[in-house]
């Protein structure tokens, strides 16, 4: 059972080690995929605190939680909090042909 907030990053690399995921790649797969929508932010809230990130999500719905799936630097990141997600993220890394990593 995978525990909460369990980290894992969605990776391909070339022969020399750097990720290899481009923005655009994802953009154009997460496209094809209806249960998913980019935004260029994501935003949390606790106890009376907002904080706004920005950046690259591609953001799926499980339940009445969203989880962003964060491209950074070559790669996607995702914090796994239900098995459905853990399932979504290899998933989402077998279509692009890459690794998912804990971590």
Not at 9 to 35: M, V, W, Y
């Amino acid at each position: 059972m995978t525990t909460m907030n369990t980290r894992y990053k969605i990776t391909r690399h070339d022969q020399q080690g750097n990720p290899t995921l481009s923005l655009e790649e994802c953009q154009s797969f997460f496209a094809k995929l209806s249960d998913f929508e980019y935004h260029d932010s994501f935003g949390a809230s606790q106890d009376g605190v907002h904080m706004k990130i920005k950046g690259h999500f591609f953001m799926w719905q499980v339940e009445d939680v969203q989880v962003p799936f964060r491209f950074y630097e070559g790669e996607l990141y995702v914090a796994v909090s239900h098995p459905a997600v853990l399932d979504k993220t290899k998933e989402v890394a077998r279509s692009l042909e890459a690794n998912y990593i804990e971590g």
